[in-house]
């Protein structure tokens, strides 16, 4: 019967060929003693065209990870811990290919070196999409800081977890410490707000307050301020449908609430005026009835 030791030799290049990382094991000097089919699919190399290669003189990467890559094959021939590293490597039609490289030291059975396992992974498509997500990233941050809008987002506690820029300059702070990890309704609002924001914030957690739903409600700025602003809600939830976060949108209506005041004080000036004419008015036809009463004429 085979035994496990002769199973793992006759299927140790099965297991190479059918892994989709590139797997190299590289001599002292940085030849090449063995290299899975892999490379053919990724770089255009038959493993006979590489294997008893130095990679110094095989055109596989730029000089400088070149330079980097005999750096680390030498320490860890050195005995030196290597941690995973990122290398470039460029293949037959000049396409690059951004990689980790993991890798160990064989032994013999007697515990000598006899080369250097290297496990070559492709994340190209990682770091593709890694830089797209940055960019839409700072995209989203750019759109959300330079909005005109307050942005500010709330945890199911009501501790803040996130103001915009306008959100900080409204009220008057310059740095996201001074808002982030504070109870927003209880540093924020003042008096009956405390009470009335905390309504609609319990209102939207239990999907009580629609996104087409407002709400006027004035925030305390640092300087003691009280600034109205109208509120927008929507709601981040989890897999599981429970909401974890609030997301408030809001609008600086100062100059709104002013007119709407100056247009109530000049609606119950009018109203008042209308009573005194009206209840003139009404007292000139009863004087005239009564002199029409008593037979007289005006």
């Not at 797997?23 to 065209?49: C, H, M, Q």
């Amino acid at each position: 019967m085979t035994d496990t030791k002769k199973l793992l030799e006759l299927s140790a290049p099965i297991i190479a060929n059918l892994s989709n990382d590139v797997i190299a094991i590289f001599g002292r000097t940085g030849n090449f003693l063995y290299i899975n089919d892999r490379v053919e699919k990724w770089l255009g190399y038959l493993p006979s065209e590489l294997i008893g290669k130095n990679i110094a003189f095989v055109k596989l990467m730029p000089p400088e990870f070149l330079k980097k890559a005999l750096k680390n094959l030498l320490l860890r021939f050195l005995g030196r811990n290597v941690p995973p590293y990122n290398l470039e490597f460029t293949s037959k039609k000049g396409e690059t290919f951004t990689t980790t490289i993991n890798a160990q030291l064989v032994r013999d059975e007697e515990g000598r070196v006899v080369g250097d396992l290297v496990l070559i992974t492709d994340i190209s498509q990682t770091e593709y999409y890694q830089k797209a997500l940055n960019l839409e990233r700072q995209k989203t941050d750019a759109y959300i800081n330079n909005s005109s809008m307050i942005m500010v987002v709330l945890d199911a506690d009501g501790i803040a977890t996130f103001i915009n820029q306008t959100g900080l300059k409204t009220l008057g702070f310059s740095s996201l410490d001074e808002v982030v990890g504070k109870a927003w309704f209880e540093n924020f609002h003042q008096g009956e707000a405390i009470e009335n924001s905390r309504r609609v914030f319990q209102a939207a957690l239990a999907d009580k307050f629609g996104p087409n739903q407002s709400v006027v409600a004035p925030i305390l700025c640092s300087d003691g301020r009280v600034v109205p602003i109208e509120w927008h809600v929507s709601v981040i939830k989890d897999e599981e449908g429970k909401t974890i976060n609030v997301i408030g949108s809001g609008v600086d209506v100062t100059q709104r609430v002013k007119t709407e005041e100056v247009l109530k004080t000049q609606t119950e000036e009018l109203q008042r005026m209308n009573s005194l004419m009206l209840g003139r008015e009404t007292k000139m036809l009863e004087l005239k009835q009564k002199i029409k009463d008593l037979g007289g004429t005006i």
